[in-house]
């Protein structure tokens, strides 16, 4: 199948987003939005919106661990070299399995 892309950082995020979905599923992943915007130095870099609806008994931190590196990784293999800011989004009664 071939895509074609409006922006080059775009033939990423596909790959992206089935990584996220494995890799989250279990914390209630339920959206993600892309998009180029500008970081603390006005440099041009990618911008992760992750949403998320409300679990239990609740999150495991785990989940999270490297995937800014790994994410980074699978930009670099489509030939890009944008940094990946994660931000998430989590329902305000979301609990972390661990903490108190």
Not at 14 to 23: M, V
Not at 54 to 71: A, H, R, S, V
Request: charged share 30%; no cysteine.
């Amino acid at each position: 199948m071939t895509f074609n892309y409006k922006e080059p950082w775009e033939s990423a995020t596909p790959e992206i987003q089935k990584f996220l979905e494995e890799r989250l599923s279990a914390a209630g992943i339920n959206k993600i939005k892309f998009g180029i915007e500008k970081d603390h130095q006005e440099e041009d870099e990618l911008f992760i919106d992750i949403y998320f609806d409300l679990t239990q008994p609740g999150i495991n931190p785990k989940q999270f661990m490297f995937l800014t590196t790994e994410i980074r990784e699978i930009i670099e293999k489509h030939g890009q070299s944008y940094y990946p800011y994660l931000r998430y989004h989590f329902d305000p009664r979301q609990k972390v399995s661990g903490w108190r």
